[in-house]
């Protein structure tokens, strides 16, 4: 089964689809089969196309193991809708699809989706801008100091200079300048957040995943320095927070059952509790993650591999800090709840078929994640992230400390250095003198395969030196010298023989200085005489 990951870029749930249907189609095993005293070629019973689908969704990285065979079910069913497939009859169109063994078939036509080609960019290139934090080539810079046409003034009377053109030479010398202001700090947030986010993602450009007129980096600022003791986000405004009996509700599922002793003991109370909270949720405008984010988030689960489980979270870490903290507070509270459910073994089964943690995952998917046009794909790549974010959301939803140091180093970096103030024409000017800015390095993501390989290499060149250490250093006995390389040749044979291959060292054996013996004691042998 040839398959690959779908990596982050514009239109990534079209290319998932496109791909599912791609490994369907080329995958399904096909046969003839009898209905209705009538011979079918080529089909296959929607039973067995659902325990097909399920395992190539399972065993597909860009869905996980969290799928279930209903969810398998309810792909079928767009497939037929969209004309993936279809019944023998040839009808389609509908989502009239059960787990059964009605015959269905592949049709001739294509079933991929389109790629939709991204609009060229509005405006004109001749437009002068306003020089803001964003732009780089103009924002850290210093006009020119020079005057560029300024005449010479050695043959002028300096009497008959008056104060007035002394005071605008001053004014040319000197530039102007400017503290930061409340909005210039704000984009320093947000440019140096997607600045990283964009690196995490390996995209050329965050145009293509996400629209970045929809962030606020207000945003930003509160969901990094607002929060409590257990790394929640505080509001300001406490009529956006949940209400008093969601988290009243939320807490006793929680702590079940040492929330309230109080609380009512009749058979299925806490199912009832869990139907009120996913109710609650389920009816708010659209969900914790937004609909402006939902191709961000889309893309992330492009680095959900087992390989890069860590860039994935400082991914989803950069991606949680862009949404409103109203949502961000709803989101870590919701999570720290499923969390517990799913590892309290006193919790009772809230689901007489499905498992709790399973339970959660598919219950709470779509009011996390999903689209304001309905998409194939939602419940599948919900259900993917949700699971994801179950797993470590102690530290996705947590504030990364090593950004919140660069952006704050960063702004007292400008503070100390000052704004030039953009005026006058001298702000048209080709050859502004540089000032030099922090440079802030990051970390080229390589493949498991590789770091195993730098691994090995980087021990083997420490091994490589310490043996050329133990033959050179002349502060080291013979003795000792012997008895470590005998060491060092019992626990690295293969680096001791590549060094000292077996002839090399024979002969380095033989260019030794033999140490004669000491002469022996020549026994004078006793005569034998007629006599003795």
């Not at 040839?2 to 046969?31: C, D, Q, S």
């Not at 599948?380 to 996705?396: E, G, K, N, V």
Request: charged share 25%; proline share 7%.
């Amino acid at each position: 089964m040839n398959t690959h990951i779908v990596t982050p870029g514009p239109y990534r749930a079209t290319k998932l689809w496109n791909e599912v249907t791609r490994l369907f189609r080329a995958g399904m095993p096909l046969r003839k089969h009898r209905q209705n005293f009538r011979h079918h070629a080529s089909c296959f019973t929607a039973s067995a196309a659902v325990d097909w689908l399920h395992q190539l969704l399972q065993s597909n990285s860009n869905f996980g193991p969290d799928v279930t065979r209903q969810q398998s079910v309810q792909l079928l069913k767009k497939f037929l809708k969209n004309h993936v497939i279809e019944d023998v009859k040839g009808r389609w169109g509908t989502e009239d699809l059960e787990d059964n063994q009605v015959l269905y078939r592949f049709p001739s036509a294509s079933p991929l989706k389109p790629i939709p080609c991204p609009a060229p960019a509005q405006g004109s290139r001749t437009i002068r801008k306003r020089p803001s934090l964003r732009d780089r080539e103009g924002f850290f810079k210093f006009r020119n100091l020079k005057k560029q046409d300024k005449e010479p003034t050695e043959n002028v009377d300096p009497a008959v200079q008056t104060p007035r053109d002394e005071a605008s030479e001053r004014t040319e010398e000197e530039p102007q300048r400017r503290e930061l202001t409340a909005e210039d700090e704000e984009e320093i947030w947000r440019d140096v957040t997607l600045t990283h986010l964009q690196r995490i993602l390996d995209v050329a450009s965050l145009h293509e995943v996400l629209d970045q007129r929809c962030i606020n980096p207000q945003n930003i600022v509160h969901n990094m320095t607002k929060v409590n003791k257990h790394g929640v986000v505080t509001l300001d405004d406490k009529s956006s927070d949940l209400p008093h009996w969601v988290l009243s509700a939320m807490k006793s599922l929680a702590n079940w059952p040492k929330y309230d002793s109080d609380q009512p003991t009749y058979p299925g109370f806490e199912r009832d509790v869990f139907k009120t909270v996913s109710d609650y949720f389920y009816s708010l405008p659209q969900p914790l993650l937004t609909y402006e984010l939902y191709e961000l988030f889309i893309n992330v689960l492009g680095v959900l591999r087992p390989q890069c489980e860590r860039v994935a979270v400082e991914a989803l870490q950069l991606c949680t800090l862009l949404l409103p903290p109203a949502s961000r507070r709803k989101l870590q509270l919701l999570m720290r709840m499923m969390s517990r459910i799913s590892q309290n073994v006193d919790m009772p089964l809230l689901h007489p078929a499905i498992g709790t943690r399973t339970l959660m995952v598919h219950t709470f998917s779509g009011c996390v994640l999903s689209s304001a046009e309905e998409c194939d794909l939602d419940e599948l790549l919900a259900t993917r992230l949700l699971s994801f974010l179950m797993d470590h959301q102690q530290s996705i939803l947590s504030v990364p400390d090593y950004l919140l140091t660069a952006i704050r180093d960063h702004i007292q970096y400008l503070r100390s250095v000052q704004v030039p103030v953009d005026s006058g024409p001298s702000a048209g000017r080709s050859d502004p003198v540089c000032v030099p800015m922090p440079v802030y390095a990051f970390c080229k993501q390589i493949s498991g395969a590789e770091f195993e390989q730098q691994k090995a290499a980087s021990s083997q060149k420490a091994m490589e030196e310490l043996l050329e250490i133990l033959l050179t250093d002349q502060n080291i006995s013979e003795k000792d010298r012997r008895k470590k390389l005998k060491q060092f040749q019992k626990q690295y044979p293969d680096i001791y023989r590549r060094r000292l291959p077996p002839a090399a060292a024979q002969s380095k054996a033989d260019n030794k200085p033999k140490i004669k013996p000491p002469l022996l004691n020549i026994r004078r042998n006793k005569t034998f005489s007629i006599r003795s």
